[in-house]
């Protein structure tokens, strides 16, 4: 399909306005990248905290999104691993430096000069995109274009969070049950773990979902779960639910934080962080993250939730998000898709 030389694009032109439906001309690769014919974007919380202006540094003018699935319309110069009318996705990472020590020492995750897609790069609220062919990914041919948008951020970070978790033991909290946790809930009754899984005080629907996904306990974040768990990852930004989860941690647990973006943590007495319990912070994501995932995902078999708005209504999608009206993922339409 031939590119045209005009897209339309939801546009983010100040924090905390709504996005605006312009018309701007299509981007154009570079020697390494490549131009994708978006088909779906999923929503993400990460992009609330930036139309919030919590995360401070958008390029801006900025067209967000950073769950893209689509196909190469055009390839830069050097680029070998993809050809045009291939499928592919895009995530949250989508350049590193290659040379600070972080990248040096296989965690590019910490770069000291990064490019996020949909934050310091343009994104996938719009009928094109360009991405650096080192960060994109062929994605399992067992997902249509909708069900594999949130694969490449709700699913990666869910699953580094996950990883970090894993190995201190069977039983598993989940703090906030969206896009991340339904994914990562999938994995982890997969491998055997019990799932417990904390939602808004009064959120049945919910509570139900996870419960339908394997999760043997479901409740409310503001009460104790019956047993003691020996890991819990919060994907809720709410700082108050770190100690919350601490209180729930056996001795020896470990409490991941798996948002990019979290409310203030209140001070709590040492005794609950006491007995070698853990707390830390997931930081984007590896390309070996990744792929390990994508090769994962389709033998568990993941499925994931989505609910569909054009492209048009990314301010709707995003308003539904923050007020918790989405069950799984959102996930913008934007051209014909499988």
């Known amino acids: ?44 919380r990460t992009d609330l905290h930036v139309l919030d202006g919590e995360l401070t540094r958008p390029k801006l ?52 000069a990064p490019g996020f897609t949909g934050y310091t790069l343009d994104g996938g609220y719009a009928e094109y995109a360009v991405a650096d062919e080192g960060y994109s990914f062929a994605l399992p041919p067992a997902y249509g274009d909708a069900e594999a948008a949130p694969l490449l951020c709700a699913g990666f970070i869910g699953f580094r969070s996950y990883r970090l978790a894993r190995e201190a033991g069977p039983r598993l909290g989940i703090y906030g049950f969206g896009a991340a946790a339904h994914i ?15 939602t808004r005080r009064g959120d049945a629907q919910a509570q139900e979902f996870a419960r339908r996904l394997g999760a043997v306990w479901a409740g409310s974040s503001e009460e104790p779960p019956p047993e003691e768990l020996d890991a819990a990852i919060i994907f809720a930004p709410v700082g108050p639910l770190v100690p919350a989860a601490l209180r729930a941690t056996a001795r020896g647990g470990v409490v991941v934080c798996g948002g990019i973006h979290m409310s203030d943590i209140p001070s709590f007495p040492y005794d609950i962080l006491w ?64």
């Open 61 to 112: 003018p900025l067209i967000m999104g950073h769950e893209i699935v689509g196909t190469v319309v055009e390839t830069g110069s050097r680029v070998r691993q993809f050809r045009a009318g291939e499928r592919l996705g895009v995530p949250w990472l989508g350049r590193t430096c290659g040379a600070c020590r972080y990248c040096r020492g296989g965690r590019e995750n910490l770069c000291d």
């Open 275 to 338: 007995g070698e319990r853990v707390v830390r912070s997931v930081a984007n994501l590896t390309r070996a993250d990744g792929e390990e995932f994508l090769e994962l995902a389709p033998r568990v078999p993941v499925k994931t939730e989505v609910q569909l708005f054009p492209l048009e209504q990314a301010n709707e999608a995003l308003e539904d998000l923050r007020r918790g009206r989405i069950q799984g993922a959102a996930v913008l339409v934007v051209s014909e898709s499988r």
């Open 184 to 198: 990562t809930a999938q994995i982890a009754v997969h491998q055997g773990k019990e799932v417990y899984a904390f």
């Open 1 to 44: 399909m031939a590119k045209a030389e005009m897209m339309r694009a939801m546009v983010l032109e100040k924090p905390g306005q709504r996005l605006k439906w312009l018309e701007v001309p299509t981007p154009r690769p570079g020697p390494e990248q490549v131009l994708i014919r978006v088909h779906t974007c999923g929503v993400c």
